[in-house]
Nanobody, 124 residues
Framework: VQLQASGGGLVQAGGSLTLSCAAS????????IGWFRQAPGEEREGVSC????????YYGDSVKGRFVISRDNAKKTVYLQMNSLEPEDTAVYYC??????????????????WGQGTLVTVSS
């Protein structure tokens, strides 16, 4: 199983970025995909998750209303559209997978495979 996160970069506050997480070695239909982020000196936190099949979603309070998660099972790719970005969103963003459904707890230990991370920097 491999997860490849991409799409990070430098953006001004108020701008938008879309991250992608491409999966290989699995049938993505059976997995929930989560996005996490880790800012310098901070613990990794759950940002968003999308469940398999019905595609129910979860968002952390800090991104609710600004970020949108979606998936394309045929392309084995999950997207995180990030709007109205704030300097506080600066972090390395990781995607990860677990079987079937998202859990609102979004703990690192709940996920089985992780991508390598992509850096998002939001300037003020």
């Amino acid at each position: 199983v491999q997860l490849q996160a991409s799409g990070g970069g430098l953006v001004q506050a108020g701008g938008s970025l879309t991250l992608s997480c491409a999966a290989s070695g699995i049938t993505l239909d059976y997995y929930a995909i989560g996005w996490f982020r880790q800012a310098p000196g901070e613990e990794r936190e759950g940002v968003s998750c999308i469940s398999s099949s019905v595609g129910s979603t979860y968002y952390g309070d800090s991104v609710k209303g600004r970020f949108v998660i979606s998936r394309d099972n045929a392309k084995k790719t999950v997207y995180l559209q990030m709007n109205s970005l704030e300097p506080e969103d600066t972090a390395v963003y990781y995607c990860a997978i677990r079987r079937f459904i998202c859990l609102p707890t979004m703990q690192n230990s709940e996920y089985n495979y992780w991508g390598q991370g992509t850096l998002v920097t939001v300037s003020s």
